[in-house]
């Protein structure tokens, strides 16, 4: 059933994708519509910003039916979170011997038909995947780049889009650890960005995921390159690991305690810029008009990857000469990216209060973006409502969920947003326990179980100005649960109340 391979030219081939709206899928077909294949794709009928995507492709997501399925269909590329077991299309794909591949294996033989580069780790895949793709229109190379959200500075649309597409010789793709998915790329260089314990429900220990990491680097063919972060201790484990085991590797490390054209030194944060510097420009300074520390790493590996493309596509060699060359393309580039959907992302502004939504569900990407928050923001008040993703990620966190919201004023909690693939009653954890836990380390933390039940507190708090914050409220609703839409109905009834008083 998966014995298909996506050839070189897809003009006029026909393929289906089930679960057409995940924001993998959605920029997969962009990337495949791109390249000519004929389209068709089903889903659920709520609406997801990556309708959008899909609307620009021209294409509108069918409901589920057999009857999408039929002989004419190249492949069918389906989601993981479905099976042939309870999905009506992928039984009937197979009673028809139509090759049938995960959107893992689809990537990964797009990979082989390029010189394809992977961007993985724990934390940050999605950022640094669009400030490669921003540098890389900066510097005209010919690539296309697919991201896992919608990044702003991708395409001419106002809403961005997930992916780039300015020629095939390159390919960039955000590759995912979870099960191994990323063990179907053909990687030529890797950006590695961070490496610790997550997705506990299928790697139990540290050791299960560095080690995942490791069997992925080790894709590298002869001289490959691992780009990878000296600051994170499991990104540097893994390429010491990786290094005994194949010298050919080259190994560039990026950061502050990195060593090599790659080390950072980071400046002020002044009129809502980040400043840093690197070793490649010497008397140079960048800066990024997104906040976090984290974000400047993100940032150098990205142009660690795109000068070495760059050099390797116009036969020159990285010295001081042609660094200087590209100073100021890259230096444009930079302070143009705004960053991705659900990372950093201003949802809007009304009276003295910004209302943000990230994505962060680690306690290490929650307590890094919090900072940068911070750092941005020294004279608002930043309130953060949190909901965290899976019951085994809480359990197995919970000290450290509980101590990463050191850079914020209040904490507002919920219940745990649950998965699928998990059964809760056997990690003995509720967000309750969260609760307790954070409760005795800030002196502002609410519990409300179920999102909406903040609203009324949240709308009058947000109205009154807290004379101790001279510019006013942050408020940030953060994590993969769907506490976004909290933020999103806050901020429409703050604007119209604030709208009514003019």
Known sequence: MDDFHIPSDLHGVNIHFVGIKGTGMAALTEILCSRGAVITGSDVEDVFYTDKVLLRCGIKALPFSENNISKKLACVIYSSAYNFETNCELSKAKKLDIPCILYSQALGQLSKL????????VHGKTTTTGLVGT????LNLPAQVLAGSLISSFGTQDEGSCTL????KYF??????????FMSFSPKKIILTSVESDHQDYYPTYKDIRDAFVDYASLLPQNGQLIYCADDLGATEVSEIVKSKRDDIELVPYGITATGPWHISMGEVKNGRQSFCVDAFPKQEFYLSVPGQHLVLNATAAMALVCSLYSQ???LKMDNLFFNDIFTKLSNSLISFKGAKRRSEIIGRTNNVIFMDDYAHHPTAIKTTLAGFRSFYPNRKIIVDFMSHTYTRTAALLEEFANSFTSCDKVILHKIYGSARENASLTG??????????KNLYPEVCYYEEVFEAEKDLIQELSVKDERFSEGYLFVT?????????GKKVYEILSSLEYTKK
């Open 114 to 121: 390029s010189y394809s580069v992977g961007v993985a780790g």
């Open 135 to 138: 540098l890389l229109e900066g």
């Open 165 to 168: 597409s300015l020629g095939n």
């Open 172 to 181: 960039v793709a955000e590759t995912c650890e979870y099960q191994r998915h």
């Open 313 to 315: 596509e116009n036969n």
């Open 429 to 438: 954890v509720t967000g309750k326990d969260l609760y307790n836990k954070a």
């Open 478 to 486: 953060m994590g993969a649960g769907d506490n976004w839409k909290l």
